[in-house]
């Protein structure tokens, strides 16, 4: 499994854009970028997921630089209940479990 | 089917005593998996499931640790004896056979308290 790195804290005020970053530098070649997030009290839930191409979804949008070295989680439109934990996996899709980090725990402020 | 369920939500033990969580993944789903989260930190993978074969374990599951899948069905996480660093919340998901376009549907979990 990739090694992602992601930063501890961010912090959005409500209504911006949410740009989430993360390394995966020694992601391999059929390893997918998947995104998941944890509300407080919940279990993870999956957002997105990519291989080369930048990603859309009604929840999220992903961008995986060309070397595939990196990519940005963007929530739009932020709002208080995006206020959470994310996490940032690299992943086959095939191999046998996810392996998560520590994540990102955005707090989005009015 | 409206997702991966998790009973009980709360569990407060006292140290020695048994536990048993039970999960019920998503009918169509061939792989289960449990993760054991602390607080602060990121879910742990503990144990997973294809149908009922139980195909991997991690060694953060001791022999006090027992999973079950019989039937392929739904599954159950037995703790012996519980010490109080088993406290933590015990998450269950599942995920079709190649992980899907959704990859794995996480259940709400169940928090144990060991007392």
Redesign the interface.
Known sequence: DAKTTQPTSMDCAEGRAANLPCNHSTISGNEYV?W?RQIH??????II?GLKNNETNEMASLIITEDRKSSTLILPHATLRDTA?Y?CIG?????????????TRLQVTL | DTG?SQDPRHKITKRGQNVTFRCDPISEHNRL?W?RQTL??????LT?FQNEAQ??KSRLLSDRFSAERPKGSFSTLEIQRTEQGDSAMY?C?SSPR????????????T?LTVV
Do not use: D, I, M
Request: aromatic share 24%; charged share 10%; glycine share 24%.
């Open positions: 998947y998941y009290s919940q279990g993870p839930q999956y997921h934990v996490y992943y086959t899709g095939t191999a046998s479990k996810l392996t998560f980090g520590t994540g | 991966v998996y993760y602060g930190q990121g879910p742990e993978f997973y195909l991997e998450l998901a190649r992980g899907g376009e959704g990859g794995y549907t996480f259940g709400s979990g928090r």
